[in-house]
C-alpha cells in the first residue's frame, strides 16, 4: 500500500489547538506531542536562579535521551531516532554535553517555526 503525500505543506496552529491535539494522561506520546513537548522545553531553556530566586539566566535546554524516553514513555532508541530525524531536517540542533544532549532550534528553523 502506498503512502499517500500530504498536501500540506506549512502550519501555523495556535496553543488551544495544540491542547486540544496533545495526548491526554500517561499513555505513550504520539510523535506530535513529543514534538511541541520538545520545542515547548527548548524554548523555555533551562533558567538558572540566585539564591533570592531571581532568574539570573537561562541556559540551553539540556536533557539524556533516557530522560525524555522516560517523559514520553518511549524507548531510548526510538527518542534516538526521533532526535535523528529532526536534526537531519533542521529542525533541532544537538551538541553533546556528557552524558546529555544540549537541544536548541537549529539556526534555519528560527524563522520558520516559532512566531
Not at 491526554?24 to 531553556?45: C, H, N, P, T
Not at 540551553?60 to 536534526?87: C, G, K, S
Request: aromatic share 10%; net charge positive; glycine share 6%.
Amino acid at each position: 500500500m502506498e503512502k499517500k503525500k500530504s498536501t500540506v505543506n506549512w502550519m501555523a496552529i495556535g496553543q488551544d489547538l495544540i491542547d486540544c491535539l496533545r495526548t491526554k494522561g500517561r499513555q505513550r506520546l504520539s510523535r506530535y506531542d513529543a514534538f511541541v513537548w520538545l520545542m515547548e522545553a527548548i524554548g523555555k531553556g533551562t533558567p538558572i536562579f540566585n539564591a533570592n530566586g531571581e532568574q539570573i539566566k537561562v541556559l540551553p535546554y539540556a536533557i539524556t535521551y533516557m530522560r525524555l524516553a522516560e517523559e514520553w514513555n518511549w524507548e531510548r532508541h526510538t527518542v534516538r531516532q526521533f532526535l535523528d530525524e529532526l536534526a537531519a531536517l533542521s529542525v533541532i540542533s544537538r551538541k553533546r554535553k556528557g552524558n546529555a544532549f544540549e537541544l536548541s532550534l537549529a539556526k534555519k528553523s528560527h524563522k520558520h517555526l516559532l512566531l
